[in-house]
C-alpha cells in the first residue's frame, strides 16, 4: 500500500502561484508512476501531471503545460506541483496519485485509473 497526503492549497488571485505537496510512503515498488489530478464541481476528473519516479520523466495535459511543473525531492518522498500564471478555471481540488491500475507509458498515465488517492487539498484562483 501507499500513502499519500496533500498540502499547500490555498486562495490566490489570478497570474499567481501556488506549490503543492504530496507527501508519499509506503510500498517503493507501488510509487513508480505519480500523478496529480483535479476536479472542479461539476466537472470530470482531469489528470494534469505524472511523473515517473525512476527516470523523472515527466508529462502534462495540456490545459496546464508551460505553467505547471511536477517534480519530486532527492529521495522520492514528496511530489511537488509547481503552478503558476494560475487562472480562475484552475480552480478545483487537487489531489495526488499513486499506481496506476493498468500498466501505461508516457503520457496515458494521465488517463488511467490509479490505486491510491490522497484526500485532496483546494485551489481556488480568483
Known amino acids: 500500500h501507499v500513502q499519500l497526503v496533500e498540502s499547500g492549497g490555498g486562495s490566490v488571485q489570478a497570474g499567481g502561484s501556488l506549490r503543492l505537496s504530496c507527501a508519499v510512503s509506503?510500498?517503493?515498488?507501488?510509487?513508480?508512476?505519480l500523478a496529480w489530478f483535479r476536479q472542479a464541481p461539476g466537472k470530470e476528473r482531469e489528470g494534469i501531471a505524472v511523473?515517473?519516479?525512476?527516470?523523472?520523466?515527466?508529462y502534462y495535459a495540456d490545459s496546464v503545460q508551460g505553467r505547471f511543473t511536477v517534480s519530486q525531492n532527492n529521495a522520492k518522498t514528496t511530489v511537488y506541483l509547481q503552478m503558476n500564471s494560475l487562472k480562475p478555471e484552475d480552480t478545483a481540488m487537487y489531489y495526488c496519485?499513486?499506481?496506476?491500475?493498468?500498466?501505461?507509458?508516457?503520457?496515458?498515465?494521465?488517463?488511467?485509473?490509479?490505486?491510491?488517492w490522497g484526500q485532496g487539498t483546494q485551489v481556488t484562483v480568483s
Open positions: 511523473i515517473y519516479t525512476t527516470g523523472g520523466s515527466t
Open positions: 509506503g510500498n517503493k515498488f507501488e510509487r513508480n508512476c
Open positions: 496519485a499513486a499506481n496506476p491500475r493498468v500498466a501505461v507509458v508516457g503520457a496515458k498515465a494521465l488517463s488511467a485509473d490509479f490505486s491510491y
